[in-house]
């Protein structure tokens, strides 16, 4: 006996014992929900109902064979043709019975054939004729209680339990449907399910799991459907009567700390108590491809806490980098700084890295070409000792540093879709897989008007947390929702609650609820540790990811910092920059690009003092003008402001007394020069950086 939501009780020995009824019972009925008036008789009467009919058709006969014999009594022609029609009637019983079972097409034929012999020779010789009155008092109880039994030995009857339940299967709309045998676990029952041949197919089931949730008084995500892929009228129903998630569960630590990002991630459990799997690179030998992932889910949906269960997923394992972006200031993930390789925030810097993702996939896809991988596999990111993976062109082992697994992550990507253009994030998408890198967006609202279809097509993975109802069919796939998926009911009630869609989960999972582990206050110190693992024994940028990257950002990209083993990536720091504990730097990462040992500029003006200094009083010759700008653009490159506009050219134009206009014409020049080069936003420039004298 388990409980439903709402608390109520619901027998599902019923539900076996007929093949699908899950009746209430006891306390479970609610007032006016009693069987047939609430009397003993009236329940009794209720329960009897159903094994009446043989009754009712036993009395029939015998009343019959009595009314008969007055009208046709010692008649031949009457003995003809009523011996004729007692012959036909059995005939097209056991015609009609054919599309039934052999054994149901004999009892209804013998019964048939009997209620039909006995009628004709009552009517014939009278009722009351000798053997006949002994043949009926017999016969008829007997046949009667026959199709008794057989109706409570029914779940018995079919082969392979193929039976129908027309009790509730009548009252969704699928009074035809056929359910098979129930599969039972612990808070889990699986039927298989037939609907009829040429009249139903399964996109009728999947349009009924409301009202069977209706019926059996369950939340809608507690009832699924799972097609046959080989039929369209036969699937699976599962039915999961209680809500194993409602309880939420904590973050104790990753799940396989130093492990490959090959192996799979965990990201919280579904509603068996199973682990949630989710796996980025691709494996060649498994035949899965790696993926990019949509977080998608609506305010207080858990996108936050879904988004640290798979950071701190990735920061644990060995051989994998993690670009961050986050418009929000990083609040929700300070903690795991330090183990992040880079981390920028909206506007500029986050323009600065998408910049710097394309530039880093050809020059990745190059590399794993040379040495021979097709995809990035875990040996990928080590030092290339294999000569089966050697970029020489002698065989010989080429030693080359390994490339580790690259995620890149935008969170909170509404705002810079809409900067930076959706078209970016498509042509990433598309490139990037092959380029050992996974693309994780994260979306508050995913609706239509966030995100294209093109860009929403290209993110095969998606973890759907609750939602408005309206955004469902962006979050997850038709066919996942006709299964009974239904994030929009959760909407910000279920915090964590998720449908996850990635390859390597087997598709019957697609449509099972999972929730996220939830992250508590105590949390943040354990986030810390593993950070500072990270941060000590994670991944370092390999030279092409590295040099793709500070070719495009500059010095806006630094790599990694690891304290224990001094400069790591391509970024060196002084002793003096950690903290005594050892564990960090004692500059924020956004100052990290600051030289601490340059000059000050001398300045009275405070810490307001305009970045390009005073105006100058006057209209600068055109030479002037030009060398200042060249000299501008030094400026923004040596302050890691990899991409401008003219908006960013405000104060300096004021300062210089020189117009947007014009500034705009300059930037179009540089570009031609080969100083800047545009990006998918309109007005927008990357600064190629400078040669560095030798
Ligand atoms: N898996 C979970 N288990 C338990 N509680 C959770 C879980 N996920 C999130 N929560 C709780 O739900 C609340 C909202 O979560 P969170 O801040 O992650 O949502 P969000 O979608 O990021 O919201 P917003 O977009 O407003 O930042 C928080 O109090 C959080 O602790």
New binding site residues.
Partial sequence: MARNSNGRRVRHTDFLDNGMVAEYTGPGLLPGESHGGGSIGAYLLHRAMPHLPPWVAAAGIGIAGGLGSLQWEQSAAAGVGLTLASVALTGATWWMGKSTTQQRRLHSAITVAAASAWTTAACLAGPAAGPLPDMYLIGAPVLALSWNIRMILRRNDDPAGQSSDKGLLEKVGLARAQIGNATVEPNRVTAPLAVEAGEQTNEDVSKALGRIASALDLPTSAVRYQPDPGSSRRGELVIVPEDMLAQ???WEGPSNLGGSIADPLVI?RYDDGSPMYLWLPGDPKAGRNGTHVLVA??????????ALNLQTEILSRRDVLLWLSDPKMFQ?FRPLLPGIDWAAEGGTPTEVMVEAIKAVIPARTRWLGQHNYRQWVPAAAEVQNDPAHTCRTDGRACGCAGMPYLVTWMEEAASTLRNIGDNAFTGIAQEARSAGVSLIVSL?RPSFDQMSTSTRASLPSVIA?GCDPRDESFSLPDTVLDAGAHPGAWG?RR??YCYLVTPGIDETRYASPG?????APDAVSLMEVLADWAQRNGAVADPITAGAASSVAGNAYTGRTAPSHGPAGHAAMEDDDVDETGYGPLVDPEDEHIDPEAELPESQEGDDAPIFGRNSGRKPSPEEARRLFADALAEFEAAGQMVVGPKDFTDWCDRHSLSRPWVSERLKEAAMAGRLEATNATGRWRIVPAPVAA
Avoid: H, I, M, V
């Fill in positions: 939420a569960a904590y919280g889910g609506g305010t207080g949906s858990g996108k936050g806490e879904t929700d508050q947390l910000n915090p964590g929730r996220t582990w939830g992250f």
